[in-house]
C-alpha cells in the first residue's frame, strides 16, 4: 500500500535562508509524487509535480523537487524563503497517471522567522 | 488555473439539522473528490465519483453522503449534523493528469 511519511511536523526558518522539507513515501514502482501548499482557511494549491524523467522538477513560486528513488524521497526546496512562504506544505502520492486517489502526508507547517 | 467553488465557505450550525454543502467545477472534469481535514492535520478522503451517477465511499468513514447528477456538480450532504462533524471540507476535482484541483474549503461549525 501507498503511504507518504513528513517527518517534520513543524519547522522555522529565517526570511532569506534556504529550505528544505523533507518527504518519504512507500510504493513498490515509480509513483507519481506531488507538493501542495495551504495558506490557512484556504484550499490546497498544487506546487509541482513528479511524473517521470528528469528527477530534478521546477514548481510555481521558486520551489524545487527532487525525486530519489534510492532514497524513495521528494524533498521539496527553496533557496531563499519569503515571509509570504509561511504555511502548511503536504507531500502527496498516487499510484499512477490513472490513479484516482492521492494518498497525503500528514503535512509540514513552516513558519518565518523575520 | 483551476475553477472549482465552494459554498459555503464558512457554516455554523446546530446539532441535527441537514446540511449540504456545494462544490461546483466549470473544467469539465470527471472525478472529484471530498476530503475531511481538521485544523493543522492531514486530509481524509471521504467521498469520491469516477463521474454522473458514479459516487465511492473513501478510506475514511463517514456519515455525509453525496450525489454526482452532473459532471460539474457533487455536493455533500449530512442529515442531522453532530458536533464531531466540525471540521473543514474539501472538494477536488481532477482531469486528464495525475493532480487534483481544490476548492477553498468549507469549515463547518456544529454547535
Known amino acids: 500500500a501507498q503511504s507518504v511519511t513528513q517527518p517534520d511536523i513543524h519547522i522555522t526558518v529565517s526570511e532569506g535562508a534556504s529550505l528544505e522539507l523533507r518527504c518519504n513515501y512507500s510504493?513498490?514502482?515509480?509513483?507519481?509524487l506531488f507538493w501542495y501548499v495551504q495558506s490557512p482557511g484556504q484550499g490546497l494549491q498544487l506546487l509541482l509535480k513528479y511524473f517521470s524523467g528528469d528527477t530534478l522538477v521546477q514548481g510555481i513560486k521558486g520551489f524545487e523537487a527532487e525525486f530519489k528513488r534510492s532514497q524513495s524521497s521528494f524533498n521539496l526546496r527553496k533557496p531563499s524563503v519569503h515571509w509570504s512562504d509561511a504555511a502548511e506544505y503536504f507531500c502527496?502520492?498516487?499510484?499512477?497517471?490513472?490513479?484516482?486517489?492521492?494518498?497525503f502526508g500528514s503535512g509540514t507547517r513552516l513558519s518565518i522567522r523575520p | 488555473e483551476a475553477d472549482i467553488y465552494q459554498t459555503p465557505r464558512y457554516l455554523v450550525i446546530g446539532t441535527g439539522k441537514k446540511i449540504t454543502l456545494e462544490c461546483s467545477q466549470t473544467m469539465g472534469h470527471d472525478k472529484m473528490y471530498w476530503y475531511q481535514q481538521d485544523p493543522g492535520m492531514e486530509l481524509h478522503l471521504i467521498h469520491y465519483s469516477y463521474g454522473v451517477n458514479s459516487t465511492e465511499k473513501g478510506d475514511l468513514s463517514s456519515e455525509s453522503t453525496v450525489s454526482r447528477i452532473r459532471t460539474e456538480h457533487f455536493p455533500l450532504t449530512l442529515e442531522s449534523a453532530r458536533p464531531s462533524h466540525t471540521s473543514q471540507y474539501l472538494c477536488a476535482s481532477r482531469g486528464g493528469t495525475a493532480e487534483q484541483y481544490f476548492g477553498p474549503g468549507t469549515r463547518l461549525t456544529v454547535t
Open positions: 510504493y513498490g514502482a515509480t509513483p507519481y
Open positions: 502527496a502520492v498516487g499510484a499512477d497517471s490513472s490513479a484516482s486517489k492521492i494518498i
